[in-house]
């Protein structure tokens, strides 16, 4: 066999070689151009070999990786050494690039290389890089600077200039737009909003994102006015319980999205529920939490059977109560017995209807005492949207009532002062009118009888005139008196009853010989804040008119006490006269007197009225009628303690 047989032999060989290779094989001259490839490229990148032969290697290098390229095969022609795994990017004939890595050597101006895809291995290389990137920043980096890390990784592994992450709304209709790359602003007109919700239904592909619960890809120009330039974009939902709780995505890529950009960014979308969301659920508690925490009002988490499980600062302050006295208890349990049945039927129009309720009413606190409280009644649903506990917003209004009833009271106060003021004013002119004219009168009788010399005619006439301004004088004197206990400003004091009662005897000791009458005081009188001065007024008072108005046999009276729930009644029992049922709130008023010939101006009663009002009691009478005696009954509120 000659030599050119076997040179052709070898050559056939190499040919063969160089055609069923499985790896890439090339032959590059000195400025770089395809002198021959073998057909495994145009598997790889899609061009046979007579659209690279001849061909420039750097017209199908990625942009970034040019120079580095150039470098590289400038230091193979010069160093004449053999060149080890040597990575970039190739443009395949459909336009995407491919990772392709080298090994190649020189010999005689030539670049002889084999090279093989690498895409497929890279882009396992990057997930990884983005899955520990992740990662590692979690437990650091706050929500939204995880958002920026995730939109980074997004955007280098499908190439993309620009990315965003937005958070969808329970409602599923509309979204937050949460975080956009960097350099948004200049690939889109987008420059931002003041208002970052947005509906789902303004937002172009991705209401099919939310809707479809799928990735979308988006290869045509967008019509959307506030995206105009974002040319391609391809979108992925973050579903979690088959809610879609955020959207993710990339765009403007310079070549069309493929079905390895859609794997590629439904795993980073894991990637970004496990690390990203997991995050911002867990800042997102934190900051409840502080919310919760620190409120005044009270906020109490029950299941939908009303067991408390959860109970803030704010419950404790305001129902005294700890958490681990009141975990565990029915809600229902605070409620004042009054409030029980309304709580319960908005409790189950609540779990009905899934909606917000309020209403006020009163709480029982630990104490004893009752809180008035306006709540808020919270459905809170779970991923389904189902009902799985109710949180209660407890906000104290104690205060506001106590002002309203304060302010109802001052109003019937005024309006009773204003009835009082006519009454006053009509008695006043009519009871004065009386003795004057009784003076008028006979002054003009005493001026006759001295034009007539008729002495003792005159000095009858005299007398009646001295009676009438006595009568007037004691008017004026009870009014007065009347007056001071309404602006009365002495201060209260705990003052003990069985000693006013004592003092009272003795004050009309002589009275009561006189009458002889029996005056029973009990030792079980209790102690109240109250003016010393006016309760022995109001007393003596009744005890007086007691005698005064007696009946045929001696006067007893007998003064009985009864200890109520929340005041003390003190009752002054007679046998006198008593009093018709139709007279039984009148005799109170002003100048009332029910016989008019009786001695007295009818103003003891009204000033027992203003006393015992002064002190935030009420007094009463009762009487079965005409001879069986009348009880004055006057109540009290006890002295203010804590009821344990």
Same mark, same amino acid.
């Given at each position: 066999?000659?030599?050119?047989?076997?040179?052709?032999?070898?050559?056939?060989?190499?040919?063969?070689?160089?055609?069923?290779?499985?790896?890439?094989?090339?032959?590059?001259?000195?400025?770089?151009?395809?002198?021959?490839?073998?057909?495994?490229?145009?598997?790889?990148?899609?061009?046979?070999?007579?659209?690279?032969?001849?061909?420039?290697?750097?017209?199908?290098?990625?942009?970034?990786?040019?120079?580095?390229?150039?470098?590289?095969?400038?230091?193979?022609?010069?160093?004449?050494?053999?060149?080890?795994?040597?990575?970039?990017?190739?443009?395949?004939?459909?336009?995407?690039?491919?990772?392709?890595?080298?090994?190649?050597?020189?010999?005689?101006?030539?670049?002889?290389?084999?090279?093989?895809?690498?895409?497929?291995?890279?882009?396992?290389?990057?997930?990884?890089?983005?899955?520990?990137?992740?990662?590692?920043?979690?437990?650091?980096?706050?929500?939204?600077?995880?958002?920026?890390?995730?939109?980074?990784?997004?955007?280098?592994?499908?190439?993309?200039?620009?990315?965003?992450?937005?958070?969808?709304?329970?409602?599923?209709?509309?979204?937050?737009?949460?975080?956009?790359?960097?350099?948004?602003?200049?690939?889109?007109?987008?420059?931002?909003?003041?208002?970052?919700?947005?509906?789902?239904?303004?937002?172009?592909?991705?209401?099919?994102?939310?809707?479809?619960?799928?990735?979308?890809?988006?290869?045509?120009?967008?019509?959307?006015?506030?995206?105009?330039?974002?040319?391609?974009?391809?979108?992925?939902?973050?579903?979690?319980?088959?809610?879609?709780?955020?959207?993710?995505?990339?765009?403007?890529?310079?070549?069309?999205?493929?079905?390895?950009?859609?794997?590629?960014?439904?795993?980073?979308?894991?990637?970004?529920?496990?690390?990203?969301?997991?995050?911002?659920?867990?800042?997102?508690?934190?900051?409840?939490?502080?919310?919760?925490?620190?409120?005044?009002?009270?906020?109490?988490?029950?299941?939908?059977?009303?067991?408390?499980?959860?109970?803030?600062?704010?419950?404790?302050?305001?129902?005294?109560?700890?958490?681990?006295?009141?975990?565990?208890?029915?809600?229902?349990?605070?409620?004042?017995?009054?409030?029980?049945?309304?709580?319960?039927?908005?409790?189950?129009?609540?779990?009905?209807?899934?909606?917000?309720?309020?209403?006020?009413?009163?709480?029982?606190?630990?104490?004893?005492?009752?809180?008035?409280?306006?709540?808020?009644?919270?459905?809170?649903?779970?991923?389904?949207?189902?009902?799985?506990?109710?949180?209660?917003?407890?906000?104290?209004?104690?205060?506001?009532?106590?002002?309203?009833?304060?302010?109802?009271?001052?109003?019937?106060?005024?309006?009773?002062?204003?009835?009082?003021?006519?009454?006053?004013?009509?008695?006043?002119?009519?009871?004065?009118?009386?003795?004057?004219?009784?003076?008028?009168?006979?002054?003009?009788?005493?001026?006759?009888?001295?034009?007539?010399?008729?002495?003792?005619?005159?000095?009858? +006439? $005299?007398?009646? /005139?001295?009676?009438?301004?006595? %009568?007037?004088?004691?008017?004026? @004197? #009870?009014?007065?008196?009347? *007056?001071?206990?309404?602006?009365?400003?002495?201060?209260?004091?705990?003052?003990?009853?069985?000693?006013?009662?004592?003092?009272?005897?003795?004050?009309?000791?002589?009275?009561?010989?006189?009458?002889?009458?029996?005056?029973?005081?009990?030792? +079980? $009188?209790?102690? /109240?804040?109250?003016?010393?001065? %006016?309760?022995?007024?109001?007393? @003596? #008072?009744?005890?007086?008119? *007691?005698?005064?108005?007696?009946?045929?046999?001696?006067?007893?009276?007998?003064?009985?006490?009864?200890?109520?729930?929340?005041?003390?009644?003190?009752?002054?029992?007679?046998?006198?006269?008593?009093?018709?049922?139709?007279?039984?709130?009148?005799?109170?008023?002003?100048?009332?007197?029910?016989?008019?010939?009786?001695?007295?101006?009818?103003?003891?009663?009204?000033?027992? *009225?203003?006393?015992?009002?002064?002190?935030?009691?009420?007094?009463?009478?009762?009487?079965?009628?005409?001879?069986?005696?009348?009880?004055?009954?006057?109540?009290?509120?006890?002295?203010?303690?804590?009821?344990?």
């Amino acid at each position: 066999m000659g030599a050119l047989q076997i040179e052709s032999e070898i050559s056939d060989n190499l040919d063969l070689f160089f055609h069923v290779a499985i790896d890439m094989l090339c032959i590059i001259d000195l400025e770089g151009h395809f002198l021959r490839v073998n057909p495994a490229w145009e598997k790889a990148l899609g061009y046979q070999a007579s659209e690279l032969e001849g061909r420039d290697i750097l017209e199908l290098v990625h942009p970034d990786d040019i120079e580095e390229t150039k470098k590289t095969s400038i230091q193979l022609l010069q160093d004449q050494q053999e060149l080890l795994c040597f990575t970039n990017r190739y443009r395949h004939k459909n336009g995407f690039y491919h990772w392709i890595e080298w090994r190649g050597v020189s010999f005689e101006g030539r670049i002889f290389s084999v090279a093989r895809d690498i895409t497929t291995q890279k882009r396992k290389e990057q997930r990884q890089h983005a899955h520990t990137t992740l990662q590692r920043n979690s437990s650091t980096k706050s929500t939204i600077e995880m958002m920026h890390l995730f939109i980074d990784q997004m955007k280098a592994l499908t190439e993309s200039p620009i990315g965003f992450f937005h958070l969808v709304n329970p409602d599923q209709k509309s979204l937050t737009l949460q975080a956009w790359s960097s350099n948004t602003s200049q690939h889109t007109n987008f420059q931002g909003t003041q208002d970052p919700q947005c509906s789902i239904e303004e937002t172009a592909i991705w209401v099919d994102c939310i809707q479809e619960q799928k990735t979308i890809i988006r290869n045509a120009p967008e019509s959307s006015s506030n995206r105009k330039k974002i040319i391609r974009e391809i979108v992925t939902p973050i579903i979690n319980n088959g809610i879609v709780q955020a959207l993710v995505g990339v765009g403007n890529k310079d070549f069309y999205y493929t079905k390895e950009d859609t794997e590629t960014l439904e795993y980073l979308a894991q990637l970004a529920s496990e690390f990203v969301l997991h995050r911002y659920s867990e800042e997102s508690l934190v900051f409840l939490k502080d919310i919760v925490e620190s409120s005044e009002d009270g906020i109490i988490g029950s299941d939908v059977d009303g067991i408390i499980h959860s109970w803030n600062p704010g419950a404790e302050r305001l129902i005294q109560y700890s958490p681990e006295e009141a975990c565990g208890h029915a809600i229902a349990s605070l409620f004042a017995e009054e409030s029980k049945e309304l709580l319960n039927n908005l409790w189950s129009k609540l779990l009905n209807h899934h909606s917000l309720e309020h209403f006020e009413g009163k709480l029982q606190r630990k104490d004893g005492s009752r809180m008035d409280a306006v709540l808020t009644f919270v459905p809170i649903r779970n991923c389904r949207g189902e009902i799985m506990g109710i949180s209660t917003i407890v906000r104290d209004i104690t205060q506001r009532k106590d002002q309203e009833r304060e302010r109802s009271r001052l109003l019937d106060e005024l309006a009773r002062k204003n009835h009082e003021l006519e009454s006053f004013t009509y008695t006043v002119s009519h009871d004065l009118k009386t003795p004057l004219l009784t003076i008028q009168g006979f002054a003009a009788e005493v001026s006759e009888n001295l034009h007539r010399i008729n002495i003792p005619e005159a000095q009858e +006439n $005299l007398e009646h /005139i001295r009676n009438a301004s006595r %009568r007037m004088g004691l008017m004026l @004197q #009870n009014l007065l008196q009347l *007056s001071r206990v309404t602006h009365s400003n002495n201060p209260f004091v705990p003052t003990d009853l069985r000693k006013v009662l004592t003092e009272v005897r003795e004050s009309l000791s002589g009275l009561l010989a006189e009458q002889k009458a029996l005056l029973l005081i009990p030792p +079980n $009188l209790p102690t /109240i804040y109250g003016d010393p001065t %006016r309760l022995h007024e109001l007393f @003596q #008072n009744i005890i007086e008119n *007691s005698v005064k108005f007696r009946g045929p046999q001696s006067p007893r009276i007998e003064v009985i006490v009864d200890n109520q729930d929340h005041q003390w009644s003190i009752v002054v029992k007679d046998n006198g006269i008593g009093i018709e049922k139709k007279f039984q709130t009148k005799i109170f008023g002003l100048f009332q007197k029910l016989n008019p010939k009786s001695d007295g101006t009818g103003v003891g009663l009204a000033l027992v *009225s203003r006393i015992v009002e002064l002190h935030g009691g009420s007094v009463n009478a009762f009487s079965e009628g005409r001879g069986t005696g009348t009880s004055i009954r006057v109540q009290f509120p006890k002295i203010k303690s804590v009821v344990m």
